[in-house]
């Protein structure tokens, strides 16, 4: 089988069991991307709505929506670049600190199911050969 569609579809069984375990918390895998998405970038920059779009590989109207919700939940706020007022700061809350650590272990475990089949060296080769493919993009 292709080694292209074999990783789309696993990452899409992944996501579909990650929206499922998430759902009871009134969350979703790309809801939680971006709460990730924040914490990686901790203490880097700034993040900016455009940039996380660009990091997230997603459309500008869909992440506007998904911060809409993620800031009605009270996990981030939005506040004004001090060098240009029109570009908005996101920001996680405290509340979206503590929830991320939730959130943080139900990814891990969903992960875990997944990989449950491979012994641990397979697990840490596997690893070593993605982390490989993906510094060559």
Same mark, same amino acid.
């Given at each position: 089988m292709n080694t292209g569609y074999l990783l789309m579809n696993i990452a899409k069984q992944l996501r579909h069991n990650l929206n499922q375990a998430l759902a009871s918390f009134d969350m979703t895998s790309q809801q939680w991307a971006v709460l990730q998405q924040l914490v990686m970038n901790q203490g880097a920059t700034q993040l900016t709505a455009s940039q996380l779009a660009v990091q997230l590989d997603m459309d500008k109207p869909t992440l506007s929506g998904i911060i809409g919700r993620l800031t /009605? /939940?009270?996990l981030l706020t939005l506040a004004a670049d001090p060098n240009d007022g029109r570009r908005k700061i996101l920001t996680l809350t405290a509340n979206g600190? =503590?929830?991320? =650590?939730?959130? %943080?272990?139900?990814?891990? %475990?969903?992960? /875990?199911q997944c990989l449950q089949r491979l012994t641990t060296a397979e697990q840490n080769e596997l690893n070593q050969l993605l982390n490989r493919l993906n510094g060559g993009y």
């Open positions: /009605k /939940k009270g600190w =503590e929830k991320v =650590e939730v959130f %943080q272990n139900i990814s891990n %475990q969903v992960l /875990k």
